[in-house]
């Protein structure tokens, strides 16, 4: 056995479950960057977003084949069973930058119906072992900014299958994607209810304040681009026609909820790192960080586009130019780490 093969072997057994959140980020980047025109930017970052969610497919794999009980043993608890749901967000992420920005809209298709197993398996098998598991957690110790993912999750679904619906007729299509937009949001209210009932009557630890908590923004961004897609499609379906002010509404309460939760996930970011003190080292969880910059920037263009709200032109713009910069930190961030592993495991 080389020396090298001890080191690939751990990382492949001990893979994050959400580390597909960094196709989330990237990809959803990748979007943003074509509807303010930057094509090139947009094309590299789809580029990147790919062969990072093939690289992180196999990986995913192979830690599924040769270590199922680390796998299912992730799967089953609190704090991590639903990290796995990255898996169904990168790859509606990748669905849609594959047609926003090339035009491969038979991949998308794909892709999108790829997600719907993988949402079944995923989220109900962690649901399930979080309903049924006899050694619980507390509160404070179960629950994390990951449960938003169920969300994230499904919205995806939405989002996807609301530019599709754009393109094509099916009225068992947006039957689904309604569904999915609602249940996502119906999720995000269980959810928020917990996590911010845990904030607020327990000690916030700065060690626990992990970017994960970034996702209470990104849920609600996700929504508010699920709803943009279905009511752009309500001109060529009649059932999506009939559902919009609903479609609007929700919508609508979703972009400001979004915009509620920035002030505060910034708050606890200045807290943890600057009053308490705790170093920015690189984990995969700051995807998590990214990935609702990226999506509340894509989400309120699509929404002012769709809702004629120009007022907030300059709003993309800006948030855009702040995700590129965190997925900039990030991806050096992640780039040393990995020479600094490559250096460990050469020296061992």
């Known amino acids: 056995m080389t020396v090298a093969a001890v080191p690939a072997r751990s990382f492949v057994k001990t893979l994050f479950p959400g580390y597909f959140a960094l196709v989330m980020a990237t990809g959803i980047i990748a979007i943003a960057c074509q509807q303010q025109d930057l094509e090139v930017a947009a094309k590299v970052l789809y580029a990147v977003a790919a062969i990072a969610y093939v690289v992180l497919g196999v990986l995913f794999i192979a830690r599924c084949v040769r270590y199922p009980r680390a796998v299912a043993f992730d799967l089953a608890q609190h704090a991590r069973g639903f990290a796995f749901l990255t898996v169904v967000a990168g790859t509606n992420v990748l669905g849609s930058a594959s047609a926003i920005v090339h035009g491969w809209w038979g991949l998308a298709w794909a892709l ?10 995923l989220l109900y098998t ?15 110790d179960g629950i994390n900014g990951t449960w938003f993912l169920m969300t994230v999750a499904t919205e995806s679904i939405a ?6 619906l754009s393109r094509r007729d099916g009225d068992l299509l947006a ?20 996590l911010f009932t845990r904030w607020t009557f327990s000690p916030l630890d700065p060690a626990e304040a992990d970017p994960p908590a970034w996702i209470a923004a990104g849920a609600v961004a996700i929504t508010t681009l699920a709803g943009s897609n279905l009511l752009a499609a309500a001109d060529h379906q009649d059932r999506l026609a009939r559902l919009a002010p609903f479609l609007e509404g929700v ?33 995969p969880s700051y995807w998590a960080l990214v990935f609702p ?3 509340y920037g894509a989400a309120t263009f699509r ?4 809702l004629q709200i120009e007022d907030l032109d300059w709003l993309p713009k800006v948030t855009l130019l702040l995700a590129a910069i965190a997925w900039t930190a990030t991806t050096v961030g992640l780039l040393h780490h990995l020479v600094t592993a490559g250096r460990r495991a050469q020296s061992a």
């Open 126 to 140: 962690a649901t399930i072992a979080a309903v049924l598991g006899q050694d619980k957690p507390e509160l404070r």
């Open 112 to 121: 999108w119906w790829v997600s719907l197993p993988l949402w079944a398996v």
């Open 175 to 194: 039957v689904v994607a309604v569904a999915a937009f609602t249940v996502g949001f119906v999720l995000y209210l269980i959810v928020m209810t917990m």
């Open 251 to 283: 919508t609508l309460a979703a972009w400001a909820t979004a915009t509620f939760w920035f002030p505060v996930m910034v708050a606890i970011g200045v807290w943890r790192h600057i009053v308490r003190r705790v170093p920015l080292r690189y984990h």
């Open 293 to 295: 910059l990226g999506m």
């Open 303 to 306: 929404m002012i586009g769709v």
């Open 159 to 164: 989002v996807l299958a609301g530019l599709h």
